[in-house]
């Protein structure tokens, strides 16, 4: 049961640009993360925002929420090639249930 | 240093030969869950466990039994494997779920049926 829906699946730009990927969920949430794959490895936390808040920031990242649109942003700054990876957002629904994992945008920045 | 150890990292195998991917967490972590991921579906769950002697089932949990006989170790063993179980395996765990907690991975297991 997918929840998260990431948008695009894949994204191409040039060191130094802004990578925007986007999350879009069906069901009401209590948090949603934002996790980093470098190929073949497993995931990263990068960074959590709870249903509450609208935007946080983190280093080169900023991540928003919009519970009325049900859609999360993750926003990279000032890319680098070692941001080159899959990008999953997780969301985390009411009670005790397992974080679900969308599909994943792939993001190359190239040198 | 904080780790989840999956075993082994690559395995190539036959259909039908049992084999177990073991996983051990030093965190103390109550929650522990194994997923599987294949090229345009994702990550997608097998089976979760709460804490010991807890185990439910995830999305995808035909052909695979867990268990969680100690706080720190969550198996995953596939009695008789076929090629469909050829994936990218990683087993994970955080202190818990529903509030916000951070889930840490595995580097991942790597497993060929032929």
């Known amino acids: 049961s997918q929840q998260g829906e990431e948008d695009p699946q894949a994204l191409s730009i040039q060191e130094g640009e802004n990578a925007t990927m986007n999350c879009s969920y069906k069901?009401?949430?209590?948090?949603l993360q934002w996790y980093r794959q470098n190929s073949g490895r497993g995931l990263v936390h990068l960074i959590l925002i709870r249903s509450n808040e609208r935007e946080k920031h983190s280093g080169r990242l900023r991540v928003t929420l919009d519970t009325s649109k049900k859609s999360s942003s993750l926003l990279i700054t000032a890319s680098r090639a070692a941001d080159t990876a899959s990008y999953f957002c997780?969301?985390?629904?009411?009670?005790?249930?397992?974080?679900?994992f969308g599909k994943g945008t792939r993001l190359s920045v190239i040198a | 240093e904080a780790q989840v150890t999956q075993n082994p990292r690559y395995l190539i195998t036959v259909t039908g030969k049992k084999l177990t991917v073991t996983c051990s967490q030093n965190?103390?972590?109550?929650?522990m869950s194994w997923y599987r991921q294949d090229p345009g579906l994702g990550l997608r769950q097998i089976y979760y466990?709460?804490?010991?002697?807890?185990?439910d089932k995830g999305d995808v949990p035909e052909g695979y039994k867990v268990s969680r006989k100690e706080k720190r170790n969550f198996p995953l063993i596939l009695e008789s494997p076929s090629p469909n179980q050829t994936s990218l395996y990683f087993c994970?765990?955080?202190f818990g779920l529903g509030i916000g907690n951070t889930i840490y991975f595995g580097e991942g297991s790597w497993l060929t049926v032929v």
């Open positions: 994970a765990s955080s």
């Open positions: 069901t009401s949430i209590n948090n």
């Open positions: 997780a969301t985390d629904a009411a009670g005790n249930t397992p974080l679900v």
């Open positions: 965190m103390n972590h109550e929650y």
């Open positions: 466990s709460m804490n010991v002697e807890v185990t």
